[in-house]
């Protein structure tokens, strides 16, 4: 498998922002320890062109099992905050980490120093920021690791997401950063404006724009919400290949990507 991963631009119109104001959000979901040049040099380089107004952070930068890669990961984010302000909510990979007394410690200490970097970690809460002017609000939903069991399912029902995160603020621009896609009819339910997903991997095999073959939870096949953009009338969800794997590195038809939204005030109130 070859070092590269794709630019996947995605185009937002939302009355929530007035018309004429224009803002581009760098989304990475999935890196998984992975490096693009030599401390990720060519990752920070790819940021730096691009000139996001935000970086999103979808979860699992980093392998459970490696330790080793919590020193890469804090580098890095320590070279994305210089270029935007940094949102980061956690995958299952990093509630791993900070769950296990093995790996606890050193998760612990990634986590302080990231922060002190100005890394806006988001666990079961929100941040309000002000861009050009603009208001917006940005969630990290951290799901409890039993919502990340493989062969089991266990329903997301409004009112956890509301204990866990409160409710959208209706005057404002709502981005929800949530590893799983499996609970995007609750996501979308809640309210976001904006979804932003990982976790799947584009499927492993991917079919086209929304279809892959398997989630980590290995059933079904054929998930929802397994890759690429949904949309209800004022909402939309991304879902992103990722850009890393674990274990078994397996892409077909399935490039890795990184998320890019452009986002526009003014249009109509349907997710386009």
Same mark, same amino acid.
């Given at each position: 498998?070859?070092?590269?991963?794709?630019?996947?631009?995605?185009?937002?119109?939302?009355?929530?922002?007035?018309?004429?104001?224009?803002?581009?959000?760098?989304?990475?979901?999935?890196?998984?320890?992975?490096?693009?040049? #030599?401390?990720?040099?060519?990752?920070?380089?790819?940021?730096?062109?691009?000139?996001?107004?935000?970086?999103?952070?979808?979860?699992?930068?980093?392998? &459970?099992?490696?330790?080793?890669?919590?020193?890469?990961?804090?580098?890095?984010?320590?070279?994305?905050?210089?270029?935007?302000?940094?949102?980061?909510?956690?995958?299952?990979?990093?509630?791993?980490?900070?769950?296990?007394?093995?790996?606890?410690?050193?998760?612990?200490?990634?986590?302080?120093?990231?922060?002190?970097?100005?890394?806006?970690?988001?666990?079961?809460?929100?941040? !309000?920021?002000?861009?050009?002017?603009?208001?917006?609000?940005?969630?990290?939903?951290?799901?409890?690791? &039993?919502?990340?069991?493989?062969?089991?399912?266990?329903?997301?029902?409004?009112?956890?997401?509301?204990?866990?995160?409160?409710?959208?603020?209706?005057?404002?621009?709502?981005?929800?950063?949530?590893?799983?896609?499996?609970?995007?009819? !609750?996501?979308?339910?809640?309210?976001?404006?904006?979804?932003?997903?990982?976790?799947?991997?584009?499927?492993?095999?991917?079919?086209?724009?929304?279809?892959?073959?398997?989630? #980590?939870?290995?059933?079904?096949?054929?998930?929802?919400?397994?890759?690429?953009?949904?949309?209800? #009338?004022?909402?939309?969800?991304?879902?992103?290949?990722?850009?890393?794997?674990?274990?078994?590195?397996?892409?077909?038809?399935?490039? &890795?990507?990184?998320?890019?939204?452009?986002?526009?005030?003014?249009?109509?109130?349907?997710?386009?």
């Amino acid at each position: 498998m070859t070092d590269t991963y794709r630019i996947k631009e995605y185009e937002i119109w939302t009355q929530k922002i007035p018309a004429g104001n224009h803002f581009t959000m760098a989304v990475i979901a999935d890196l998984h320890s992975k490096e693009y040049g #030599p401390g990720n040099e060519d990752l920070i380089s790819c940021l730096k062109d691009l000139s996001p107004d935000m970086i999103l952070l979808a979860g699992d930068l980093m392998v &459970r099992t490696r330790p080793e890669a919590l020193k890469n990961a804090a580098f890095l984010l320590r070279k994305m905050v210089r270029i935007a302000p940094v949102f980061y909510a956690y995958g299952n990979h990093e509630s791993r980490m900070k769950a296990s007394l093995r790996y606890q410690d050193s998760f612990l200490h990634y986590e302080e120093y990231v922060k002190r970097q100005g890394v806006q970690i988001l666990s079961n809460s929100h941040r !309000e920021i002000c861009l050009k002017g603009i208001p917006f609000a940005v969630y990290g939903l951290d799901l409890p690791l &039993r919502y990340y069991m493989r062969c089991r399912s266990y329903a997301l029902t409004q009112p956890a997401l509301h204990k866990a995160l409160g409710r959208p603020a209706n005057d404002v621009y709502s981005i929800l950063l949530a590893h799983n896609p499996a609970y995007g009819n !609750e996501y979308f339910d809640w309210k976001a404006d904006l979804i932003l997903c990982g976790h799947y991997h584009g499927g492993v095999l991917r079919f086209d724009e929304n279809h892959g073959l398997i989630s #980590p939870r290995f059933w079904p096949p054929f998930p929802p919400y397994c890759c690429g953009r949904f949309s209800r #009338p004022g909402q939309n969800m991304l879902v992103s290949a990722g850009m890393g794997e674990h274990t078994v590195p397996v892409r077909i038809h399935n490039p &890795r990507e990184m998320l890019v939204v452009r986002l526009h005030g003014g249009g109509s109130l349907i997710g386009t």
